[in-house]
């Protein structure tokens, strides 16, 4: 299904376009191939007329594997912040951090639905609350402990989750080395999808899944103190990529977006 969707159900539901060859998809595919990832070129995805968000994927397995913009981030980005977007994009894939999602939300599940058996049995067995397990007034019940289960382990996952984001911007600095330019798309990422810039420490703990952008742009400067890199603004252009690289014909690629990482 991921192998087959970018190609086959994504195209029903939003536009591709082949990125003309050209400096940015030249790069583009480069930042692929060092995170030893097989793309089979690069589209654009059009969002604008859906959505005001920007953003940039991989998508697809194996031989339909691509990389993906949306419009909205071609048009208002520089090379260099699609750059480092894509890279942050690539941390995920290098570090595998699909399936750590898929398996620990498992494990947590298992664990979870350990839980309410154990404290259904206690309802039932040990303070006759009910008639029998299968009484269907334990309903309630069985509801409420999946509520506090989920309260208690949403600030889990959401602190995992922070983890591997963290971990995904020092692949992105790391494989780009753009500090300014990581920092530039940062902030507009987040101004543009209407993320919080500073939530409160609790609000964050408890809810977001990534980490905010004050922290990341903390990230960003430790990284460039770490490295002993001047923010170097040099090579950067602030012009948005499409204005270097206009848009092809149009017709039908694939995928869905993978919503801003
Ligand atoms: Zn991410």
Same mark, same amino acid.
């Not at 190609?7 to 995170?35: D, M, N």
């Given at each position: 299904?991921?192998?087959? =969707? ?59 594997? #691509? ?8 048009? #208002? ?17 290098? *570090? #595998? ?23 259904? *049995? ?62 530039? =798309?940062?902030?507009?990422? =987040? ?33 460039? =103190?770490? *490295? ?32 801003? *990482?």
């Amino acid at each position: 299904m991921a192998n087959l =969707a970018p190609v086959l159900i994504l195209p029903l539901f939003y536009k591709f376009t082949p990125l003309p060859e050209g400096e940015l998809t030249q790069r583009l595919i480069a930042l692929a191939e060092r995170a030893n990832t097989r793309v089979r070129g690069v589209f654009t995805m059009h969002l604008s007329s859906k959505t005001t968000a920007a953003n940039a994927a991989v998508m697809g397995l194996g031989n339909t594997r #691509r990389i993906v913009l949306g419009d909205t981030m071609l048009d #208002r980005y520089t090379p260099d912040e699609i750059e480092v977007v894509l890279a942050h994009e690539l941390g995920h894939h290098v *570090h #595998r951090d699909i399936w750590k999602l898929i398996i620990s939300q498992s494990l947590l599940t298992l664990a979870g639905l350990y839980l309410i058996n154990v404290g259904l *049995h206690w309802a039932v067995e040990t303070q006759h609350y009910y008639a029998s397990l299968a009484d269907a007034g334990t309903l309630p019940f069985v509801f409420l402990l999946t509520a506090i289960f989920g309260l208690i382990v949403m600030p889990i996952g959401n602190g995992y989750s922070r983890l591997l984001e963290d971990q995904a911007d020092e692949y992105a600095l790391q494989a780009t080395r753009k500090v300014e330019a990581f920092k530039r =798309a940062m902030t507009r990422l =987040a101004n543009q999808n209407l993320a919080e810039v500073e939530p409160s420490a609790l609000v964050e703990f408890l809810f977001h899944s990534h980490p905010s952008v004050r922290k990341r742009l903390k990230h960003a400067d430790e990284f460039a =103190a770490r *490295h002993d890199l001047k923010a170097s603004i040099s090579e950067e252009s602030s012009a948005p990529a499409s204005s270097t690289e206009p848009a092809g014909m149009p017709s039908n690629g694939s995928s869905t977006p993978d919503t801003a *990482h």
